[in-house]
């Protein structure tokens, strides 16, 4: 009986694309931990601490951006290469990548591995997955090409840099700003930039197009072509409402952090009015899940570290770098809250009716997400003296694959670097798909129970 549970344990993980997922992402920390902690990748040549090693790999593999040493001082160029490397495999996709390489390699998937990847990237069908892994590797090539270009061009010709030095700096901040990693080469992150567009422009346009997701991106790209060829576009409900959510989003962010912080002697205040405007935007689009900073987290006012943490909670697009519960998550309890207050028997969005799946899955999502930061808070709150809306910010920030700390990170010590790195991992996969791999079986109910309603509200 015991051999027999063991086969079919070894047979779902096998199997369960979720699982192979997991077990993925784990690995890639798990090799990354191991080359960060050899004497090369640290700049003093000694071997780093197995905590450090692994929450600096978490951070970059799960895209975060939290440090506990950083990344341009600490690391030697072999590290500051291996930090990258880690950037780029997480936020492309564990199994996307492996697919992809697969696809290049033999020209052919195996039917278990293309049902792994159209879990991962969110494709549509089977037959879907060949184009939309080509699709999304393209897509990072010019993403992150450009933006590269762009800003080792700022930094070789607008700060006198060496060309080797310029190259180095555009070329980590590209992918950083794509993946949505938000790993910075300075200690201040980019608040020496906060007031050159040519800088924080260029990554802001990464980060949000990052953020998107690549379903979006890959069916505006063919849908603007398809509208040259037929004058049609038809975008679907997901796409509009990502597009949609995340403008909103981003306006409202910049406007309640222009608001908040206009006065603040430490943010905004000593800025004129282009620049508030600037990092205003600019930090409005970072809190969705980008990491970078261009004014001190930590001395903005309580209102707005509060405005920042559920930006953060909500995230980006599915299917891409970004990470929260997601925008299409939060437009969908929006379209539920609405039509329970309107009294209609059926929630829709944009002339579609949402399926009742759809609203338990963004339920189940959300709920998730809340009861995993607010376990997380007390267990931080436990293990370091810090105030409650410094340690919630931090635990909001690793949940939602952020990066951006009140000053917090520095001061945790391994248990809570531990408890932050288990956050980070969980956040990148998202808490349904963690907790579907961790289900032994799936079951379908041959029966329905007796039907009742309790009193709600």
Known sequence: MAA?????????????????VV??????????????????????????????????????????????????????????????????????????????????????????????AQTETKSLGIGDVR?????????????????????????????DMPIAESLRQGVFHAISAFNNAGFSLYRDSLTRFQTDPWVTLPIAIAVILGGLGF?????????????????????????????????????????????????????????????????????????????????????????????????????????????????????????????EVRGEPHSGILNRRLAPHVLRQALTVALLGVGLVMVATVALLTVVELPFEVVLFEAVSAFGTVGLSAGATGELGPVGELIIILLMFIGRLGPVTLVSALALRERTRRYQLPEERPVIG
């Open 215 to 339: 379903p979006v991106l890959l069916e505006v790209l063919r849908h603007r072509y398809r509208r040259k060829t037929t004058g049609r576009q038809n975008w679907s409900l997901h796409t509009k409402l990502t597009l949609i959510t995340t403008g909103i989003l981003l306006a409202v962010g910049a406007l309640l952090t222009g608001l908040l912080e206009w006065t603040n002697p430490s943010t905004l205040a000593g800025m004129d009015t282009s620049g508030k405007l600037l990092n205003s935007f600019f930090h409005s689009m970072t809190s969705r899940t980008a990491g970078f900073n261009t004014i001190d987290t930590g001395s903005m006012a309580d209102s707005s570290l509060l405005t920042t943490s559920i930006l953060m909670f909500i995230g980006g697009g599915s299917a891409g770098t970004a990470g929260g519960i997601k925008v299409t998550t939060f437009a969908v309890l929006a379209a539920a809250i609405l039509a």
């Open 131 to 159: 184009r939309v892994l080509l699709g999304v590797a393209g897509t990072t090539l010019i993403v992150e090409l450009s933006t590269a270009v762009i800003l080792s061009l700022r930094f070789r010709f607008g700060y």
């Open 4 to 20: 027999r549970m063991a086969w079919m344990r070894h047979s779902v993980i096998r199997t369960h694309p979720a699982r192979l």
């Open 23 to 116: 077990l993925g992402f784990a690995t890639v920390i798990l090799i990354g931990t191991t080359l960060l902690a050899l004497p090369v990748s640290a700049a003093h040549g000694e071997v780093t601490g197995l905590v450090t090693a692994l929450f600096t790999a978490t951070s970059a593999v799960c895209v975060t951006g939290l440090v506990v040493v950083d990344t341009g001082v600490y690391w030697s160029t072999f590290g500051e290469w291996v930090v990258l490397g880690l950037i780029q495999v997480g936020g492309f996709g564990i199994m996307t990548m492996a697919s992809l390489l697969a696809l290049l390699i033999s020209g052919k998937l195996r039917l278990r591995m293309t049902v792994t």
